[in-house]
């Protein structure tokens, strides 16, 4: 737990539901032990796709959907969502659920190793989130740089294991230190690389907001 247990549980009390829908597919997904973004994140998210009115959002990581169907409550009537999944068991389930919001329209779901899937993208996207393996988030940043356009909005979930990015390698679990090394790599490039501004937050299990800077003509970053 990043924030005090008590402040995220009274900031949660205020959550309004979603439509019934987005509801059910929660519920199922928390069920059957799936991991879906929290609450916070979720509230987050909604007013990120608010404010930026993305017309192509590109999301790593599908799960089984919930996530794309958030996001096209609060976009634009015309944006369309491009979703990456690799595990086939969630798929189908995924593409059921689109069919189910009737969105199979406005959300594209690929299969396949997302890296490999990205490589094979073109931009430019308005939006990505990025909420997928946490060990591949910083081999996933260059084509997501690629493919975001200027100005455009990268959100990266989970990125602080709850607390234990702050802990040496040494006091992690051996299974987990690999990610742990991976995502402290990770949030440095993004705060350390020109083309980006970040701000990483406390917020669920740990998001960093990143803008790209769009080039000068001198060469110099905005």
């Known amino acids: 737990m990043i924030v005090d247990e008590r402040m995220v549980t009274y900031i949660r009390s205020l ?9 059910e597919i929660e519920q199922e997904a928390v069920d059957a032990f799936v991991p879906v973004i929290r609450k916070e994140t979720q509230s987050f ?13 590109l999301e790593v990581g599908t ?9 096209s409550e609060y976009a634009p009537e015309d944006c369309h969502i491009t979703t990456i999944e690799n ?3 969630r798929i189908p389930i995924a593409r ?3 069919r189910r919001a009737g969105q199979e329209n406005r959300i594209t779901l690929i299969e396949g190793d997302a890296l490999e899937v990205m490589r094979g993208l073109e931009g430019p996207f308005d939006f990505i989130f990025m ?4 060990g591949q988030y910083i081999y ?3 084509e997501a740089l690629r493919l975001l356009t200027d100005g455009g909005v990268l959100m990266s979930d989970n990125v602080l294991q709850d607390g234990d990015i702050i802990e040496s390698r040494f006091a992690v679990e051996r299974r987990n230190r690999t990610i742990h090394s991976r995502m402290r790599e990770y949030l440095y490039e993004l705060k350390h690389r020109e083309d980006l501004l970040t701000s990483i937050l406390p917020l669920g299990d740990g998001v960093a907001l990143s803008i790209k800077r769009g080039e000068k003509k001198d060469g110099q970053t905005s």
């Open 63 to 71: 799960a089984v959907g919930f996530s794309a169907l958030l996001m």
């Open 140 to 142: 996933y940043m260059p």
């Open 45 to 57: 998210l909604k007013v990120m796709i608010t404010m930026c009115r993305p017309k192509r959002i």
């Open 131 to 134: 909420d997928a393996a946490k």
């Open 96 to 98: 059921g659920n689109f």
């Open 87 to 89: 595990y086939k068991k």
């Open 15 to 23: 959550e309004m539901p979603e439509a019934p829908l987005l509801e």
